[in-house]
């Protein structure tokens, strides 16, 4: 600067001290705050990480949407329940792309879509239960975060229904357990009550007028005992193959036999007893041997014989038919006696089980339950066709079984 014609110097110093240190107080804590920044986002992520983990090893399904209706977070599970669903599954989809989904997955209309939504948007927690096509059993329950968050939880209960079901089957299976021993005892007590009446009647007639009695008199006597104590013997036996069957006692012998002559003989006998029926015999079409139980058979043959017998009360034919199917040998009774109601067909075969139409004619409902059973060890069937006041024809069939060789 110039000054009354000299050049002057003009020198000013600062002391910048504070300056400088503040400068370096600031880099110093943005360093530090860098630094906390970044543990922080560090330990963050990997208590997301964590987070993400735990909900991936959750066994169930979870999806968590923000208030928005967004999905936020999902599972690797959630697909596992719904695999139909699996596509829509993406972060930032809403709610009711999700709902809809789920819903033409599963075949579910307009009215459960809008009642999910609605129950969803209430902001109450609740629970359902619902079967999959796949016929497995999931437990939905829907909660609901302070921050307006709402959140899936969908859990795999099939095996707790599977224990349901079982539970409620054997609690059913008790109670007609109970029910079958009151009928049973019914059954026995009214069954045994006649043939002793019978014997009983029998034996006072000998006693009051012994003298007076022929020998005629006493042979028919004795026979109507005889009959009577026949009946009885018949019914213990019939109980105690149920039982033995019941408890899988009896001895399955399947062997080669000669079916035709086990239900000629079968024949023979009830011929020798109906004196007012005819049996009439078509067995040619039977192949010579099959494997079977011989025992069984006799037992299946004098159920359905006899039933043909005993529910023709006026008498008539019997045809006895036994012919070859592929792969199965077959053979039926028909009567033309009182007949099945069609209602009460598909009960025949319960124990106890007895038509209407059977009134009047003694029986226990046995029979055909033991035939059923016997033939379901020979893995056959038996097939009903009837109609009330017309007769009956029944039908079993057995499968072929190969042949030993020698
Ligand atoms: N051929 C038939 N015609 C008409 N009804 C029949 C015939 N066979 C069976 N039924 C009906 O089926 C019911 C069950 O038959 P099932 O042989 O099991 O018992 P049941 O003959 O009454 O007694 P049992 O145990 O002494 O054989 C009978 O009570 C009868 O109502
Ligand atoms: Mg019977």
Request: glycine letters at 6%; hydrophobic letters at 40%.
């Amino acid at each position: 600067m110039t000054l009354a014609g000299r050049k002057v110097f003009t020198v000013y110093l600062r002391d910048i001290t504070e300056r400088r240190q503040a400068e370096a107080e600031l880099r110093a804590y943005r360093e530090q705050l860098e630094d906390l920044v970044s543990r922080r986002t560090l330990a963050l992520v990997s208590a997301e990480e964590r987070l993400v983990t735990a909900i991936n090893t959750f066994k169930g399904g979870f999806a968590l949407y923000d208030a928005e209706e967004r999905l936020s977070i999902a599972n690797e599970n959630l697909g596992r329940f719904m695999p139909e669903v699996l596509p829509h599954v993406r972060i930032g989809v809403s709610m009711e792309a999700m709902t809809r989904a789920i819903a033409a997955a599963n075949g579910l209309g307009e009215d459960w879509i809008r009642e999910r939504l609605a129950l969803y948007r209430s902001h109450e927690e609740f629970t359902a239960q619902r079967q999959l096509r796949n016929g497995q059993w999931i437990e939905t329950s829907v909660r609901h975060t302070p921050d307006g968050s709402t959140l899936f939880i969908i859990t795999d209960i099939s095996q707790h229904k599977q224990a349901e079901a079982a539970l409620r089957q054997s609690l059913a299976r008790e109670k007609e357990l109970g029910q079958l021993q009151r009928e049973f005892v019914s059954m026995t007590s009214h069954e045994f009550r006649t043939p002793l009446a019978i014997i009983d009647a029998s034996i006072q007639r000998i006693l009051r007028r012994r003298a007076q009695l022929s020998s005629t008199d006493f042979d028919a006597l004795g026979g109507e005992i005889r009959a009577a104590v026949t009946r009885m013997v018949g019914l213990i036996d019939t109980i105690l193959d149920t039982s033995r069957i019941d408890s899988g006692t009896i001895q399955f012998n399947p062997q080669p036999c000669d079916l035709r002559q086990a239900i000629t003989d079968v024949c023979k006998r009830q011929q020798a007893l109906a004196t007012r029926h005819r049996i009439i015999l078509d067995l040619a079409r039977l192949p010579d041997r099959i494997i079977a139980d011989a025992v069984f058979m006799d037992q299946i043959t004098t159920n359905l014989l006899t039933n043909a017998v005993k529910y023709s009360p006026n008498g008539g034919d019997v045809m006895v038919r036994g012919w070859t199917e592929s792969g199965a040998v077959a053979f039926s009774f028909t009567d033309s006696g009182v007949g099945i109601p069609s209602d009460e067909l598909a009960r025949l075969f319960q124990r106890f089980f007895r038509a209407r139409t059977s009134t009047g004619i003694a029986g226990t409902g046995i029979g055909l339950y033991i035939v059923k059973r016997l033939l379901d060890m020979h893995h056959g069937t038996i097939h009903v066709a009837s109609k009330e006041g017309c007769g009956s024809t029944i039908t079993v069939r057995l499968p072929v079984v190969e042949m030993p060789i020698g």
